[in-house]
Protein backbone atom coordinates (compact mmCIF):
# COMPACT_ATOMS: atom_id res chain seq x y z
CA UNK A 1 0.00 0.00 0.00
CA UNK A 2 1.14 3.59 -0.84
CA UNK A 3 2.06 5.42 2.20
CA UNK A 4 3.80 8.90 3.98
CA UNK A 5 5.14 8.59 7.22
CA UNK A 6 7.02 11.07 9.07
CA UNK A 7 8.98 9.62 12.15
CA UNK A 8 7.73 10.60 15.18
CA UNK A 9 4.42 12.39 16.46
CA UNK A 10 6.44 14.62 18.43
CA UNK A 11 10.22 16.05 18.94
CA UNK A 12 11.73 18.17 21.50
CA UNK A 13 15.11 19.60 21.61
CA UNK A 14 17.07 22.16 23.26
CA UNK A 15 17.08 25.77 21.61
CA UNK A 16 20.45 26.31 19.65
CA UNK A 17 20.29 22.22 18.56
CA UNK A 18 19.88 21.45 15.14
CA UNK A 19 16.13 19.59 14.71
CA UNK A 20 15.92 16.63 12.24
CA UNK A 21 12.71 15.69 10.80
CA UNK A 22 11.92 12.44 8.81
CA UNK A 23 9.42 11.96 5.61
CA UNK A 24 9.66 8.43 4.47
CA UNK A 25 7.53 6.92 1.64
CA UNK A 26 6.61 3.91 0.19
CA UNK A 27 5.08 2.80 -3.50
CA UNK A 28 5.61 6.41 -4.60
CA UNK A 29 8.03 7.61 -7.34
CA UNK A 30 7.32 11.53 -6.23
CA UNK A 31 8.76 13.92 -9.04
CA UNK A 32 9.22 16.75 -6.14
CA UNK A 33 8.49 16.71 -2.83
CA UNK A 34 7.37 20.29 -0.39
CA UNK A 35 7.84 20.97 3.01
CA UNK A 36 5.35 22.93 5.20
CA UNK A 37 4.17 24.63 8.55
CA UNK A 38 1.81 24.30 10.47
CA UNK A 39 0.83 26.25 13.47
CA UNK A 40 -2.30 25.54 15.73
CA UNK A 41 -5.75 26.20 14.43
CA UNK A 42 -3.88 27.67 11.05
CA UNK A 43 -3.76 26.25 7.56
CA UNK A 44 0.17 25.39 6.46
CA UNK A 45 2.61 27.39 4.99
CA UNK A 46 4.70 26.28 2.14
CA UNK A 47 8.29 26.03 2.96
CA UNK A 48 10.49 24.35 0.35
CA UNK A 49 10.50 22.54 -2.72
CA UNK A 50 12.85 19.69 -3.64
CA UNK A 51 12.77 17.71 -7.10
CA UNK A 52 13.80 14.60 -7.61
CA UNK A 53 17.22 15.78 -9.18
CA UNK A 54 17.94 17.71 -6.23
CA UNK A 55 20.04 16.46 -3.32
CA UNK A 56 19.79 19.18 -1.25
CA UNK A 57 18.09 22.41 -0.75
CA UNK A 58 19.02 25.47 1.74
CA UNK A 59 16.42 28.73 2.75
CA UNK A 60 18.36 30.04 5.74
CA UNK A 61 18.41 28.12 8.78
CA UNK A 62 16.44 25.04 6.83
CA UNK A 63 17.97 21.93 4.60
CA UNK A 64 16.03 19.89 3.00
CA UNK A 65 17.52 16.03 1.46
CA UNK A 66 15.75 14.46 -0.77
CA UNK A 67 16.99 10.37 -1.47
CA UNK A 68 14.77 8.88 -4.04
CA UNK A 69 16.74 5.85 -3.59
CA UNK A 70 15.86 5.16 -0.09
CA UNK A 71 12.41 7.21 -0.42
CA UNK A 72 13.78 9.97 2.27
CA UNK A 73 13.63 13.54 2.70
CA UNK A 74 15.14 14.63 5.49
CA UNK A 75 14.24 18.34 6.99
CA UNK A 76 16.25 19.91 9.16
CA UNK A 77 16.40 23.30 11.35
CA UNK A 78 20.04 24.42 12.30
CA UNK A 79 20.40 26.68 15.63
CA UNK A 80 16.40 25.96 16.19
CA UNK A 81 14.49 28.63 18.25
CA UNK A 82 11.61 28.33 20.72
CA UNK A 83 9.53 30.46 17.69
CA UNK A 84 10.40 27.10 15.20
CA UNK A 85 7.83 25.71 17.51
CA UNK A 86 4.93 23.92 15.47
CA UNK A 87 3.84 21.02 13.63
CA UNK A 88 5.75 20.58 10.24
CA UNK A 89 4.26 18.35 7.28
CA UNK A 90 5.88 16.85 4.28
CA UNK A 91 4.03 16.42 1.44
CA UNK A 92 4.64 14.19 -2.22
CA UNK A 93 3.63 14.71 -5.51
CA UNK A 94 2.23 11.37 -5.67
CA UNK A 95 1.82 10.63 -9.65
CA UNK A 96 5.20 11.29 -10.87
CA UNK A 97 3.92 14.40 -13.24
CA UNK A 98 4.57 17.13 -11.45
CA UNK A 99 0.93 18.05 -12.03
CA UNK A 100 0.44 19.42 -8.36
CA UNK A 101 -1.37 16.35 -6.70
CA UNK A 102 -0.49 15.97 -3.84
CA UNK A 103 -0.51 14.05 -0.78
CA UNK A 104 0.78 15.33 3.03
CA UNK A 105 2.38 13.07 6.09
CA UNK A 106 0.18 13.45 9.26
CA UNK A 107 2.98 15.52 10.66
CA UNK A 108 5.94 15.81 13.25
CA UNK A 109 5.26 18.56 16.24
CA UNK A 110 8.37 20.01 16.96
CA UNK A 111 8.69 21.74 20.28
CA UNK A 112 12.13 23.95 20.83
CA UNK A 113 12.81 24.60 24.52
CA UNK A 114 14.51 27.76 25.76
CA UNK B 1 1.37 37.58 -2.25
CA UNK B 2 -0.17 34.75 -2.50
CA UNK B 3 -2.89 35.41 0.11
CA UNK B 4 -5.99 32.89 0.49
CA UNK B 5 -8.43 34.07 3.07
CA UNK B 6 -11.21 31.45 4.36
CA UNK B 7 -14.67 31.78 5.42
CA UNK B 8 -15.88 31.55 8.13
CA UNK B 9 -13.17 30.67 10.70
CA UNK B 10 -15.43 29.15 13.19
CA UNK B 11 -18.96 28.08 12.99
CA UNK B 12 -21.70 26.07 15.53
CA UNK B 13 -24.59 24.97 14.56
CA UNK B 14 -27.35 22.41 14.32
CA UNK B 15 -27.25 18.93 13.39
CA UNK B 16 -29.52 19.46 10.05
CA UNK B 17 -28.50 23.04 9.12
CA UNK B 18 -26.20 23.18 5.52
CA UNK B 19 -22.93 24.96 6.06
CA UNK B 20 -21.34 27.09 3.21
CA UNK B 21 -17.13 27.80 3.47
CA UNK B 22 -15.39 30.27 0.98
CA UNK B 23 -12.28 30.18 -0.08
CA UNK B 24 -10.71 33.20 -2.07
CA UNK B 25 -7.27 33.87 -3.40
CA UNK B 26 -6.92 37.65 -2.67
CA UNK B 27 -3.83 38.37 -4.94
CA UNK B 28 -4.05 35.74 -7.44
CA UNK B 29 -5.99 33.74 -9.89
CA UNK B 30 -6.21 30.32 -8.30
CA UNK B 31 -6.51 27.49 -11.10
CA UNK B 32 -6.79 24.46 -8.96
CA UNK B 33 -8.26 24.68 -5.33
CA UNK B 34 -8.02 22.28 -2.90
CA UNK B 35 -10.52 21.11 0.07
CA UNK B 36 -8.98 19.73 2.81
CA UNK B 37 -10.44 17.73 6.17
CA UNK B 38 -7.88 17.70 9.32
CA UNK B 39 -8.62 15.80 12.29
CA UNK B 40 -6.46 16.59 15.90
CA UNK B 41 -2.92 15.42 15.30
CA UNK B 42 -4.07 13.89 11.89
CA UNK B 43 -3.04 14.47 8.35
CA UNK B 44 -4.54 16.19 6.10
CA UNK B 45 -6.94 14.36 4.25
CA UNK B 46 -7.86 15.43 0.44
CA UNK B 47 -11.35 15.86 0.10
CA UNK B 48 -11.70 17.07 -3.02
CA UNK B 49 -9.58 18.84 -5.91
CA UNK B 50 -11.71 21.59 -8.47
CA UNK B 51 -10.74 23.69 -11.65
CA UNK B 52 -12.36 26.73 -12.07
CA UNK B 53 -15.34 26.32 -14.64
CA UNK B 54 -15.56 23.03 -13.98
CA UNK B 55 -17.02 19.81 -12.06
CA UNK B 56 -14.93 19.21 -8.52
CA UNK B 57 -13.05 15.73 -8.28
CA UNK B 58 -13.84 13.87 -5.02
CA UNK B 59 -11.56 11.79 -3.54
CA UNK B 60 -12.76 7.99 -2.85
CA UNK B 61 -15.13 7.85 0.26
CA UNK B 62 -16.41 11.45 0.33
CA UNK B 63 -20.02 11.50 -1.03
CA UNK B 64 -20.10 14.26 -3.60
CA UNK B 65 -23.79 14.88 -2.63
CA UNK B 66 -23.07 15.80 1.09
CA UNK B 67 -20.23 18.18 0.19
CA UNK B 68 -20.75 20.36 -2.73
CA UNK B 69 -17.82 22.03 -4.41
CA UNK B 70 -18.61 25.29 -6.67
CA UNK B 71 -15.57 27.06 -8.26
CA UNK B 72 -17.37 29.43 -10.46
CA UNK B 73 -14.49 32.00 -10.66
CA UNK B 74 -10.77 32.08 -10.78
CA UNK B 75 -11.01 33.89 -7.14
CA UNK B 76 -13.43 31.85 -5.50
CA UNK B 77 -14.54 28.65 -4.37
CA UNK B 78 -17.12 27.40 -1.89
CA UNK B 79 -17.84 24.38 0.03
CA UNK B 80 -21.01 23.16 1.26
CA UNK B 81 -21.91 20.69 4.12
CA UNK B 82 -25.08 19.54 3.33
CA UNK B 83 -27.38 18.48 6.31
CA UNK B 84 -24.70 18.49 8.60
CA UNK B 85 -24.42 15.57 11.40
CA UNK B 86 -21.99 15.68 14.52
CA UNK B 87 -20.16 13.75 12.54
CA UNK B 88 -19.12 16.20 9.97
CA UNK B 89 -17.29 18.66 13.07
CA UNK B 90 -13.45 19.21 11.41
CA UNK B 91 -11.39 21.34 10.75
CA UNK B 92 -11.46 22.06 6.88
CA UNK B 93 -8.93 23.70 4.91
CA UNK B 94 -9.02 25.03 1.51
CA UNK B 95 -5.71 25.85 -0.88
CA UNK B 96 -4.99 26.80 -4.04
CA UNK B 97 -2.24 26.91 -6.95
CA UNK B 98 -2.05 29.42 -9.33
CA UNK B 99 -1.22 29.99 -12.99
CA UNK B 100 2.17 29.17 -14.07
CA UNK B 101 4.35 26.66 -13.51
CA UNK B 102 3.98 23.22 -12.44
CA UNK B 103 4.83 21.71 -8.98
CA UNK B 104 3.79 25.01 -7.36
CA UNK B 105 3.36 25.08 -3.28
CA UNK B 106 -0.29 25.31 -2.38
CA UNK B 107 -1.63 28.28 -0.27
CA UNK B 108 -3.74 27.75 2.04
CA UNK B 109 -6.84 29.36 4.36
CA UNK B 110 -6.60 29.36 7.91
CA UNK B 111 -9.28 26.61 8.19
CA UNK B 112 -12.76 26.48 9.26
CA UNK B 113 -13.28 25.24 12.66
CA UNK B 114 -17.48 23.71 12.09
CA UNK B 115 -19.11 22.26 14.99
CA UNK B 116 -22.39 20.73 14.84
CA UNK B 117 -24.58 20.39 18.11
Known amino acids: SQKIEQNSEALNIQEGKTATLTCNYT??????LQWYRQDPGRGPVFLLL?????KEKRKERLKVTFDTTLKQSLFHITASQPADSATYLC?????????????FGAGTRLTVKP | GAVVSQHPSWVICKSGTSVKIECRSL??????MFWYRQFPKQSLMLMATSNEGSKATYEQGVEKDKFLINHASLTLSTLTVTSAHPEDSSFYIC?????????????FGDGTRLSIL
Open chain 1, 91 to 103: ALDITGHNNNDMR
Open chain 1, 27 to 32: NYSPAY
Open chain 2, 95 to 107: SATGQGTLNQPQH
Open chain 2, 27 to 32: DFQATT
Open chain 1, 50 to 54: IRENE
